[in-house]
């Protein structure tokens, strides 16, 4: 749906809800169609587990430059910052395989599979074409991120406040 331009043919068939969609798609294209962009989409995971690693790995190598032990809490401004940089890295890392993914679910130019799109954009748009979107991209993820990792942290501060206290509970008796 995200990637109607016009009307007239077949292959620029407007669609107007989700179900639809997915009605006409897979009266046009089938199954095939329905999974277009699915393979760089897998690689999508990987975003995720980049930016958990290298938060963690930053609070880590944060405390140990302050020669503090590594589970030390930090402030909310470090949390912040911290959040921001590591999405920053996975984001920048893993952006490629977005700009492939959506060119092969553009229906305004044919691909004979990932490595041909990628190919097409390297020969197009060279290096730059890869990360066509990326600073749109950062300044609507990255608030978006620091202000899951606040709760994240405020999340685990309660509970291990919670925790703390029910030690103390458990020891007075």
């Excluded at 130019?109 to 749109?136: P, T």
Aim: glycine share 8%.
């Amino acid at each position: 749906m995200c990637l109607q331009y016009g009307t007239g043919s077949p292959a620029n068939a407007q669609f107007v809800g989700m179900w639809e969609t997915l009605n006409n798609v897979y009266r046009l294209e089938g199954v095939r169609g329905l999974y277009r962009g699915f393979l760089p989409g897998v690689f999508g995971i990987s975003h995720g587990a980049l930016q958990f690693m290298a938060y963690e790995e930053l609070k880590t190598l944060y405390n140990k430059h302050r020669n503090q032990p590594i589970d030390t809490r930090l402030t909310t401004m470090e949390y912040l910052t911290f959040a921001a940089l590591s999405k920053m890295f996975a984001a920048a890392t893993t952006y490629p395989y977005q700009v492939v993914r959506s060119r092969l679910q553009e229906q305004h130019r044919s691909y004979n599979g990932v490595w041909d799109c990628i190919k097409q954009i390297w020969v197009r748009e060279s290096f730059r074409g890869m990360f066509k979107g990326l600073n749109a991209y950062m300044l609507h993820i990255v608030p978006n991120i620091m202000i899951v990792f606040g709760i994240y942290e405020a999340v685990l501060n309660i509970h291990a406040e919670m925790r703390l206290e029910q030690d103390l509970a458990s020891a007075e008796e």
